[in-house]
């Protein structure tokens, strides 16, 4: 006589909770930890018990007691901390993401130092009253390049459309790596429609970057659905700026109807502390539309030529736009301007192609090398998923109840 261990019921059972646990650690690793949106992720200042924290080029992602979760924002980050009264003993446990590659602090008051792969961790004395600035040591090489890219919309999932968005924005942001760029910059549109999900699909992929700092401008699908929070959470102050070795880079926010003239006093300022030829701007939506009878740009007409005035007065090396899903290349005056929209989204000009663009500075001189991406599946994505189909239909003929 045959001795059945578990009853058809129960292998069908089985089967099912098998099945719920497959698809849920996928669900857990395809989605990552879920985006804390505590009332201090996103801000550049926190008071905490004994200690405040002001940070520049910075925000701050979680605290938890003594320990501070910060997001850098921009490059060489400072973080000023401020001790109001001695307290023996205190130490203040940081970790600090988005940072590229950077060396060990040389100062008595950092200790447990440690690289991780797009950050640092280390643990700061406070037993002492007074303020401490932690800056992070740079590189001050003359030659170095970063990469431009935009509009990946669309490209939360290897599913989502036929296009393959998914895998142009994970090959831009892998090439762009290899190319050892200190930097990249994304001008917006990277996530779909400012959906939580979509920034969480999107924060756990940004952390598997190593050695690379990834920027962001906001664009309008990315304040969809009160996403402008999320985006600060991530990505910090709409419109920022900061230098490296001699060159100074400017990101504006450009999606609204009105520019503001906050901004614009803003900018009056920062161009002030530029010198012609050595800075870029970082903007959304462009200033012109190269394509005849089209006017897919900043909407607001009075302020776009206002915008052109000062840049035609300042002369900036290059500004960069997306927005137009494609690329064109124009030059007024004497500032190039490009559009870099093929990160992703589905292209909507003439021989558009998958692309971002590497910059690379040396010595002064500036040379822009246009990189062109295939959207095909990634064949070791495609192995993947072919492995994970057939444990499926394993577990599925496994656990088959009998007739």
């Known amino acids: ?41 996103g801000q550049d200042t926190y008071s905490g018990e004994g200690f405040k924290l002001e940070l520049k080029g910075a925000i701050v992602s979680r605290v938890r007691c003594d320990n501070i979760q910060i997001k850098a924002v921009a490059l060489h980050p400072r973080i000023k901390v401020i001790i109001p009264k001695k307290i023996q003993g205190r130490r203040l446990f940081f970790e600090i993401d988005n940072v590229g590659s950077v060396e060990a602090l040389e100062d008595s008051l950092f200790k447990n130092f440690k690289k991780l792969k797009n950050g640092v961790r280390f643990a700061l004395d406070i037993s002492e009253q007074g303020e401490f600035i932690i800056a992070l040591p740079s590189d001050d090489s003359t030659k170095f ?10 490209s939360a999932s290897p599913f989502a459309n036929g296009r393959g968005a998914y895998f142009v924005f994970r090959r831009i942001l892998n090439r762009a790596a290899s190319n050892n760029a200190i930097f990249s910059v994304d001008l917006g549109d990277i996530v779909n429609s400012g959906r939580v999900y979509q920034y969480r699909i999107l924060n756990s992929g940004l952390s598997k970057l190593k050695n690379m700092v990834f920027l962001g401008v906001a664009g309008n699908h990315d304040l969809m659905h009160n996403g402008r929070r999320l985006w600060n959470i991530l990505f910090g102050p709409s419109y920022y700026s900061f230098e490296h070795n001699g060159w ?26 530029t010198t012609p030829g050595r800075f870029f701007i970082f903007m959304h939506k462009p200033l012109f539309d190269p394509r005849p009878g089209n006017d897919y740009v900043m ?46 989204a589905h292209l909507r000009m003439e021989n558009a192609f998958y692309h971002f663009i590497n910059v690379e500075i040396d010595n002064g001189k500036v040379k822009y090398s246009t990189v062109k991406v295939s959207n095909f599946p990634d064949f070791r994505w495609l192995v993947y998923f072919a492995f994970n189909v057939l444990i499926l239909a394993g577990i599925i003929i496994a656990t088959k109840s009998e007739r």
């Not at 019921?9 to 879920?34: C, D, E, M, Q, T």
């Not at 390049?145 to 669309?154: I, P």
């Open 1 to 41: 006589m045959e001795l059945k261990i578990i009853s058809a019921k129960g292998r069908i059972l089985l089967r099912a909770v098998i099945i719920l646990l497959f698809v849920l650690v996928h669900f857990a690793l395809y989605f990552g930890p879920s985006l804390y949106t505590g009332e201090e992720a």
């Open 299 to 344: 909407s607001n007409i009075l302020q776009r030529h206002r915008l052109l005035k000062f840049f035609d007065s300042s002369l900036p090396a290059a500004v960069f736009a997306s927005h137009i899903h494609g690329y064109n290349y124009a030059k007024r005056g004497g500032t190039e301007y490009f559009i870099t929209g093929g990160a992703g």
């Open 248 to 273: 100074r880079f400017i990101a504006l926010d450009n999606n609204a109807d009105d520019f503001g003239e906050e901004q614009f006093k803003w900018l009056e300022e920062e161009l002030k502390k």
């Open 145 to 154: 390049n970063f990469a431009v890219m935009g509009d990946s919309r669309g």
